[in-house]
């Protein structure tokens, strides 16, 4: 059993940033992470040629800016760049492998119990810790919808996170399912993506602990996290007065369950497992999903050669980069309605009547959706170009499928090679963190409303479930670091 003030659970960007902000104030921590690398939804589940959506000023973490000769719009290897040399310049020393298997509040001693399992060792330790952070974010789990016939599609059947690039599909037939930022993205990237000189790839490890479980002791008042040492196969537990769950929105790949979907015949991935288009040129690939993943490994798919096909059912705003840097500004000068008028009206000069092509614009404005529902608008790298060129071919949403051939809601019958899924993640924090209604819903997102999402009862954070980025991220670890700050104070003056 090990006993820390604070313990922080992932070491993604936001647990990062509340781990620098911790060392700043020097206020004693652990941070765990089941991975063997901190970022890992962007060092190991990030296509090739992502790119942050807004401007570097809009996306750096906390007591660290962006250098001022970087790009405006930082591409993947960049932003891991600044990721590895944030951790670094902060000392931060994530303990890796770590799986939370429970996290619970000891009502008793005021603090939380979570157990964690090392993943190697197979070893279980339990962390008490007198605060709980939560950095996991939002997307645990990437979701592919249960489609009729799915299972027996013959061709490639993958989610937006399991996509990279659009090589392996050059010359096939891709349909993309979501027409979100990664659903364009990925769209546009099928359609021209060229292959690229070398290929690098680094793994750096340190501690391996993936948390299996957290409560809150009662009697002790702190909590218990047991997590799981990948390495070496041992359960640890740590204890702590805090527990911080940084582990962000982005769990695991969410795959919906589409009829059919387990006997389809082709390749089925999520889009945190898509790397690059080389594996798919010369195939049909269907990308299901219309946010920004899935438009850009359509866009990264068509790049390549492959025939690229994508799903859209939702209504998307689609604006450029420049839109919403404008409207950010804006925003401090006036109402969110001005703006979003605004914003709309530009989009509709740009690209005119999408609803031709199958994109249809909401009535609700891109901020408002944003701030109410937590819905990005899609954010155009040259996808709608290629959809009104009719290179990539916007699809209606799926009924089911049989073996290879996919059966959409207007009864069309398509075949494809493979499906990648841009359907979102689902949050896993509630597996692990069995009181984890001190501060979350069922779904996994803050019972509290903004900004006091936050913060959760018995000394238990979440960071990284504003729906709103790295912004989002960098203003909820410095609120949660300056709360734990005054409390700490507080007993010292009492």
């Known amino acids: 059993m090990e006993e820390t003030i604070v313990l922080v659970v992932g070491a993604g960007p936001a647990g990062l940033g509340i781990a620098a902000c911790l060392t700043k104030k020097s206020i004693p921590h652990i941070i765990l992470e089941k991975e063997d690398c901190c970022a890992s939804l962007w060092k190991k589940r990030t296509y090739d040629r992502c790119h942050l959506h807004l401007a570097k000023e809009f996306c750096s973490l906390p007591l660290k800016p962006h250098a001022p000769h970087a790009k405006k719009y930082l591409g993947k290897d960049d932003f891991i760049d600044y990721i590895d040399e944030y951790v670094s310049e902060f000392d931060i020393r994530p303990r890796y492998f770590k799986s939370v298997e429970s996290a619970s509040f000891d009502e008793a001693t005021g603090k939380w119990l979570v157990e964690t399992k090392n993943t190697l060792q197979k070893v279980t330790i339990v962390f008490v810790a007198s605060f709980l952070v939560i950095a996991t974010g939002e997307n645990g789990k990437g979701y592919i919808p249960d489609i009729p016939g799915l299972k027996d599609f013959k061709g490639d059947v993958l989610h937006s996170s399991e996509y990279k690039s659009g090589r392996e599909f050059k010359d096939k037939n891709v349909l993309v399912v979501g027409c979100g930022n990664s659903g364009m993205q990925i769209s546009y990237d099928l359609c021209i993506w060229e292959p690229p000189l070398q ?15 957290a409560s809150f002791d009662e009697a002790k008042g702190k909590w218990i996290v047991e997590a799981k040492d990948t390495l070496v196969k041992v359960t640890r537990v740590f204890v702590a007065s805090f527990l911080v769950v940084a582990t962000g929105e982005n769990g695991k790949g969410y795959i919906p369950n589409i009829p059919g979907l387990k006997d389809f015949k082709g390749d089925i991935m999520h889009s945190s497992e898509y790397k690059s288009s080389r594996e ?11 946010g920004n993943s899935g438009m850009e490994i359509s866009y990264d ?37 001005t703006v979003d008028a605004l914003v709309t009206f530009a989009s509709r000069l740009t690209y005119w ?14 901020f408002l959706l944003k ?15 290629e959809i009104q060129s009719r290179k990539i071919k916007v699809l209606p949403g799926i009924e089911r499928i049989n073996k290879s051939k996919i059966i959409f809601e207007d009864k069309v019958a398509l075949n494809f090679d493979a499906i990648i899924f841009a359907t979102g993640y689902k949050s896993t924090t509630c597996e692990w963190l069995k009181d984890y209604d001190y501060i979350l819903n069922k779904d996994g997102f803050p019972k509290n409303r903004f900004p006091t999402h936050w913060k959760g009862n018995n000394n238990v954070y979440c960071a990284r479930l504003s729906r709103m980025g790295l912004q ?8 949660i670091a300056n709360d734990i700050e005054m409390i700490l104070r507080t007993r010292l003056c009492s």
């Open 353 to 366: 009547n999408l609803s031709k092509y199958g994109i249809c614009r909401p009535n609700e404005g891109p």
């Open 280 to 290: 798919f040129q010369d195939k049909n690939v269907l990308v299901v999903g219309c």
């Open 199 to 213: 290929l690098l790839l680094e793994i750096r490890s340190r501690y391996f602990h993936s948390v299996e479980f």
């Open 371 to 385: 701030a109410t529902k937590g819905r990005s608008p899609v954010l155009d790298v040259g996808t709608i170009a």
């Open 301 to 337: 798919l068509c790049n390549s050669g492959a025939n690229t096909s994508i799903v859209i059912r939702n209504m998307v705003h689609v604006v450029i980069r420049e839109m919403i840097i404008v409207g950010m500004h804006l925003l401090k000068y006036f109402s969110l309605s």
């Open 472 to 479: 989002g991220i960098s203003k909820d670890v410095i609120a």
